[in-house]
Structure formats: structure tokens, C-alpha cells
């Protein structure tokens, strides 16, 4: 049985590579563009349905809820530097500044809740051998993952 922290790690180690990816483009390239769209929403519902499923419950207790505020926290501060990015040219250099500032700070919070908040949370919340954070978790990205899918097919061609 998958438990939230193997599904947690996949999804960094995925983050890792689309950003490690990301990092050898350059310019307003196709292989950019693709790389990003990638990230841009897979790291959107990951935040989203993480908060709800894994930090949501760790909050609940007085122990988890100092490193759970301060790693919600992160993720907001995270999502304005990926709003940012996602409205600048890519082929500007402030795009490559900003994207390798994100970048270091995204690796830093995801190194930081595999080696510190996992601990924590594997006292407060258990082992989660049967699966069902992890489940809730999934289930919650696919529902995010879909509300992404139909705004942009709302959105008109440009």
C-alpha cells in the first residue's frame, strides 16, 4: 500500500526533474513552454490537495501544527513566485532570475517536509500503512487537476 509519504516523495522527485528540465531551456522554446505547463499545474494540485489531505489533519494536533503552519505558509509564498513566472516572458532574463530563485526555495520546502515535517508527522498522524491519506490526497489532486482541465478548455484560443 502507497502511503502519503511515498506519494508525497514521487511527486517532489517529479518536481525535481521537471525543474532540473526547466532549468536547461532557454528562451521562449516549445520545450519550455511544455516543461512549465507541467510543472505550473501539477505543483498547483499537489500544494492544494497536500494541504487538504496531509496538513489539514497535522494542524488538528498541537504538535504537527507549528511545522504544518509554517509549511502552508511556503506554499503561499511559493504560489505568488509561480503566479509571477507564469505571467512573464519566458525568454526574458528576469524569467531565468526568477525561475531559479522559485526553484531554490520550491527544492528547499520539499527537502525540508521530506526531512523534517515527515518525522512530525509520522508521530501525530501514524504510518498511514493502510493507504487512506494518501488515497484522499489522490483523489483530491485528480479533482483539482480536473477544475484546471475545464477552465482552460473554457478558455477562448488566443
Excluded at 489533519?57 to 505558509?73: I, N
Excluded at 527544492?107 to 487512506?132: C, M, P, Q, W, Y
Aim: no cysteine; aromatic share 8%.
Amino acid at each position: 500500500m502507497t502511503t502519503i509519504y511515498d506519494r508525497l516523495k514521487s511527486d517532489h522527485d517529479t518536481h525535481r526533474e521537471l525543474l532540473a528540465n526547466l532549468a536547461d531551456t532557454s528562451g521562449d522554446s516549445s520545450d519550455r513552454r511544455k516543461l512549465w505547463i507541467s510543472f505550473y499545474y501539477d505543483v498547483g494540485a499537489h500544494a492544494a490537495a497536500e494541504e487538504e489531505a496531509f496538513y489539514a489533519p497535522l494542524m488538528e494536533a498541537s504538535k504537527g501544527q507549528p511545522k504544518a503552519r509554517h509549511s502552508v505558509s511556503e506554499h503561499h509564498e511559493l504560489d505568488e513566485m509561480i503566479q509571477d513566472i507564469e505571467g512573464m516572458d519566458f525568454s526574458s532574463p528576469g524569467w531565468l532570475a526568477r525561475f531559479k530563485t522559485m526553484r531554490e526555495r520550491y527544492e528547499h520546502h520539499i527537502d525540508e517536509e521530506e526531512n523534517e515535517i515527515f518525522e512530525t508527522a509520522r508521530k501525530v498522524l501514524g504510518a498511514d500503512s493502510s493507504g487512506e491519506i494518501a488515497a484522499t490526497f489522490d483523489t483530491r489532486k485528480k479533482n483539482e487537476r480536473s477544475l484546471v482541465d475545464k477552465k482552460v478548455e473554457a478558455e477562448p484560443e488566443e
